[in-house]
């Protein structure tokens, strides 16, 4: 079992920065890739970004290119999510998921799931 703990978010304006984090606890000595998803009320659930378990290797959605930034720290157990140039279509609840399988765009490939953080942008 993994547990993961999303942290960081809060109110920005737009334009402005938020990282946020994701501790993982439990069984860590597995190679899991790590995954963004963000879900903003009445919709669904979308990939955010996505790093492989030694971060050598990233996906990313086309909303978020240029603006935001994974990467992790296996000696903290941490994944960071670097957000920049946020916009009023940015709000969500963000959470964090680990995959055994490896990096995946696709939601039902990830074993476990944070709780979320909530992420909202002033105009």
């Known amino acids: 079992q993994v547990q993961l703990v999303e942290s960081g978010g809060g109110l920005v304006q737009a334009g402005g920065s938020l990282r946020l984090s994701c501790a993982a606890s439990g069984r860590t000595s597995s190679r899991y890739a790590m995954g963004w998803f963000r879900q903003a009320p009445g919709k669904e659930r979308e990939f955010v970004f996505a790093?492989?378990?030694?971060?050598?290797?990233?996906l990313y959605a086309d909303s978020v290119k240029g603006r935001f930034t994974i990467s992790r720290d296996n000696a903290k157990n941490t994944v960071y999510l670097q957000m920049s140039s946020l916009k009023p279509e940015d709000p969500a609840v963000y959470s964090c998921?680990?995959?055994?399988?490896?990096?995946?765009?696709?939601?039902?490939?990830?074993?476990?799931w944070g709780q979320g953080t909530q992420v909202t942008v002033s105009s």
């Open positions: 790093v492989s378990w030694n971060g050598g290797d990233t």
């Open positions: 998921a680990a995959a055994l399988v490896g990096m995946s765009r696709r939601d039902y490939s990830y074993d476990y």
